[in-house]
């Protein structure tokens, strides 16, 4: 169990790839958080992922609310590891991006991931140990049509985990980032339906990924396998930003 005795906080922990992630930290000893916007989802999350060696709580927060921000931050207590994985991502051409959903992907996916790590950092400095892990996205190192607002926001986080590597690591964190190619969940089926699937078909592997193969690699830069690695981007990404 290489997490025993770990607390780490998943943020949009309820599906898809976080839920996923959730459940390999629990598989592997830690006490998990999850946090997700509906307590409908962390209820079924939490009794989907079930207890064993480890342990999975749900706090409800919107990372695009400050104030919940703040809350989550309370609720979490002191972690081990952060994973910054909630995102809002409702894509479109940029003549035809609305105000209101670029907002809420810049408030939710920079501004959010921002003040939460600001706030569960020190904890983890104090202790002189952790791992803060952000999940981006292929698109934030590639052109990806109708993705300019989500891909900038997504750099944003890639920026935050070189800083944060720098301004942590000599106390003993550390913080990288994982950047996922196309992947097959319900939210990203929601907003680019069938054209998942060709981005995948356009790799060198030839097919999208499933939500786990991207939890692997997050568990994988959480725990101590990586223990000299710090500010770099781990492509999970079937090879899409090697051609």
């Given amino acids: 169990m290489e997490l025993k005795d770990q607390v780490a906080l ?3 922990g309820t599906a898809g790839i976080g839920l996923e992630a959730a459940r390999l930290f629990v598989r592997e000893g830690a006490a998990v958080v999850i946090s997700g916007r509906s307590a409908e989802r962390g209820a079924k999350a939490v009794a989907e992922i079930g207890e064993g060696p480890g342990t999975v709580r ?9 104030e919940s921000v703040a809350n989550l931050a309370e609720q979490a ?6 994973v910054n994985n909630a995102a809002a991502f409702p894509v479109a051409p940029t003549v035809e991006q609305e105000i209101e959903s670029f907002q809420r992907m810049f408030d939710t996916n920079v501004r959010g991931t921002f003040f939460l790590t600001a706030a ?7 202790k002189g140990a952790g791992s803060i892990v952000n999940v981006t996205t292929m698109a934030a190192h590639m052109g990806v049509p109708g993705a300019s607002g989500y891909s900038a926001t997504k750099a944003a986080l890639t920026s935050f985990a070189r800083t944060w590597a720098a301004e942590f690591s000599p106390s003993g964190v550390r913080v990288n980032s994982v950047a996922p190619g196309p992947t097959v969940t319900e939210g990203v089926l929601a907003e680019w339906g069938d054209g998942v699937e060709e981005l995948g078909k356009n790799l060198p592997l030839r097919r999208t990924a499933k939500p786990v193969e991207i939890a692997e690699s997050i568990l ?12 770099s981007t781990l492509a999970v990404d079937g090879g899409a930003t090697a051609i």
């Fill in 10 to 12: 998943i943020t949009g």
């Fill in 58 to 66: 749900f706090v409800q927060a919107d990372l695009g609310d400050l």
């Fill in 77 to 82: 207590g002191p972690v081990d590891i952060l």
């Fill in 120 to 126: 569960l950092a020190p904890a983890m400095l104090a």
């Fill in 220 to 231: 994988f830069l959480a725990s101590p396998r990586s223990s000299f690695i710090t500010g």
